[in-house]
């Protein structure tokens, strides 16, 4: 379906020249004369790069549908990247590392999952803001290191390497944002 640009906000995903593009910012920019224009920087869906798209404010874009379905995470097939299982059809499938590889340090084996799919293709993963997972490394805490907010390094149960206050020990589960990686408690 045809929208005009001034219609268009951020996170719309747009179809132009076959590919999914993310709107990550939306500028509407009226001049003291002539015709208003639209300034948009979009993310492809698919390859990750980023763009810039100026239109005119009556210019038609495509807007994408994407479905959302609950999947499990199974578990990381070597080069065929992460399997997937839909939750309502058992149907599995596997989602590339450059797709997803960055954003699976926050996913548990066996864990439900959001999986984004756009006319049938799974496309990416859509995680909830935070996440709670094992430690399963920490470093040894220096003794008198304790009068500043400091930090050191840890591992959790799915590979992922984060820095955690120096009380944090292996065993603790710990709460962490999955948009900054960083840690909001215990």
């Known amino acids: 379906m045809g929208v005009r640009a001034v219609e268009l906000r951020k996170g719309?995903?747009?179809?132009?020249?076959?590919?999914?593009?993310?709107?990550?910012?939306?500028?509407?920019?009226?001049?003291?004369?002539?015709?208003?224009?639209?300034?948009?920087?979009?993310?492809?869906?698919?390859?990750?790069?980023?763009?810039?798209?100026?239109?005119?404010?009556?210019?038609?874009?495509?807007?994408?549908?994407?479905?959302?379905?609950?999947?499990?995470?199974?578990?990381?097939?070597?080069?065929?990247?992460?399997?997937?299982?839909?939750?309502q059809t058992y149907e599995q499938f596997n989602l590339t590392a450059d797709l997803v590889g960055e954003v699976m340090g926050f996913v548990k084996e066996s864990s439900s999952i959001e999986v984004t799919f756009h006319e049938e293709n799974p496309i990416g993963v859509a995680l909830p803001p935070s996440v709670e997972l094992e430690v399963t490394e920490a470093e040894i805490a220096v003794k008198g290191n304790t009068a500043t907010n400091v930090k050191k390094d840890a591992t959790v149960e799915t590979g992922l390497k984060i820095r955690v206050p120096i009380h944090i020990t292996a065993g603790d589960v710990v709460k962490l944002s999955t948009e900054t990686g960083d840690f909001q408690g215990r």
């Open 12 to 87: 719309t995903v747009i179809m132009k020249d076959d590919a999914l593009l993310l709107i990550t910012d939306f500028n509407h920019l009226t001049p003291g004369k002539g015709q208003a224009i639209i300034q948009m920087k979009t993310r492809n869906l698919i390859t990750g790069t980023t763009g810039a798209i100026r239109a005119s404010s009556g210019e038609n874009f495509e807007v994408a549908y994407l479905d959302r379905r609950q999947c499990q995470y199974l578990y990381r097939d070597g080069n065929a990247g992460f399997v997937f299982m839909d939750e």
